[in-house]
């Protein structure tokens, strides 16, 4: 199970991290990715890591500005937000798969989602 968390109200320009950590599995074995869902809108890529953390994969409106990471020992991966948009503000779902993929169905477990809202 995947628990995400970290997610609240922001100004435009601040920064979040969201975390997510795994239990009754352990996630290094996994690719693991960030999506997230805005209001009225379909789910969407955000990021990805590789099993070893050594090479990553952003869509191109959060390159520059969010950074994904994973710490394997604490069965996490972390999701740094700076520069933050408006139009970042969705619900973050962590998810974990088998492939390095962009789609949803790439990724076999999801955690919950957690909200981030960004004002102007």
């Known amino acids: 199970q995947l628990q995400a968390s970290g997610g609240g109200l922001v100004q435009a320009g601040g920064s979040l991290r969201l975390s997510c950590a795994a239990s009754?599995?352990?996630?290094?074995?996994?690719?693991l990715g960030w999506f997230r869902q805005a209001p009225g809108k379909e789910r969407e890529f955000a990021a990805s890591v590789t099993l070893s953390g050594s090479s990553t994969d952003y869509v191109d409106s959060v390159k520059g500005r969010f950074t994904i990471s994973r710490h394997n020992a604490k069965n996490t991966v972390y999701l740094q937000m700076a520069s933050l948009k408006p139009e970042d503000t969705a619900v973050y779902y962590c998810?974990?798969?088998?492939?390095?993929?962009?789609?949803?169905?790439?990724?076999?477990?999801w955690g919950q989602g957690t909200l981030v809202t960004v004002s102007s």
């Open positions: 998810a974990a798969g088998l492939v390095a993929g962009r789609r949803a169905y790439d990724y076999t477990s």
């Open positions: 009754g599995r352990t996630l290094s074995m996994y690719v």
